[in-house]
T-cell receptor
């Protein structure tokens, strides 16, 4: 049972480059989320999707875009990376009534 | 604005009991969550409270008082593997999770 898989686990890229973080889940969960986690701050929601074909903006959406073509995949794209986007990115999904989140292992992104 | 407060860091001794507090001010309330996050790993679900009172799950218990905007996570019989960050999160009226910055728990032998 894979749960949620993120790729890459770690990446260093130059400012201005385009980058897509991949997220795939096999739990048939409807809702999926992208968070970033920075030292001293709580998890901050970037974008979310309540169901395939729909997406919404979270707390910190600027500079990021997402798509949800099907239930399983929810990629996050940085169109033109900037150093302030250096962070650990977590993809998560939920399908239960309690709202329990299942997280991927995270993608550590460094923008130089 | 919406706010979740929890201590930045706590230290406790192996075998002892520790209580991690969380206070919140949010737009509405649809439940409070506690997650555990070991260094370099993803958060994992510990507990969910939506009604006032204590929920016990093995060595871990979580308490909620909605009138006071307050919760705590109680860890008993501490083990070295309990060294981790503990994240408090509240689901607001829009069913969005608001996260605290986390409490880093250090366990000493």
């Amino acid at each position: 049972i894979a749960g949620i898989t993120q790729a890459p686990t770690s990446q260093i890229l130059a400012a201005g480059r385009r980058m897509t973080l991949r997220c795939t889940q096999d739990m048939r969960h409807n809702a999926m989320y992208w968070y970033r986690q920075d030292l001293g701050l709580g998890l901050r929601l970037i974008h979310y999707s309540n169901t395939a074909g729909t997406t919404g903006k979270g707390e910190v959406p600027d500079g990021y875009s997402v798509s949800r073509a099907n239930t399983d995949d929810f990629p996050l794209t940085l169109a033109s990376a900037v150093p302030s986007q250096t962070s650990v990115y977590f993809c998560a999904s939920t399908g239960g009534n309690t709202g329990e989140l299942f997280f991927g292992e995270g993608s550590r992104l460094t923008v130089l | 604005g919406q706010n979740i407060d929890q201590p930045t860091e706590m230290t406790a001794t192996e075998g002892a009991i520790v209580q991690i507090n969380c206070t919140y001010q949010t737009s509405g309330f649809n439940g409070l969550f506690w997650y555990q996050q070991h260094a370099g790993e993803a958060p994992t679900f510990l507990s969910y409270n939506v009604l006032d009172g204590l929920e016990e799950k093995g060595r871990f218990s979580s308490f909620l008082s909605r009138s006071k905007g307050y919760s705590y996570l109680l860890l008993k019989e501490l083990q070295m593997k309990d060294s981790a960050s503990y994240l408090c999160a509240v689901m607001d009226s829009n069913y969005q999770l608001i996260w605290g910055a986390g409490t880093k728990l250090i366990i000493k032998p």
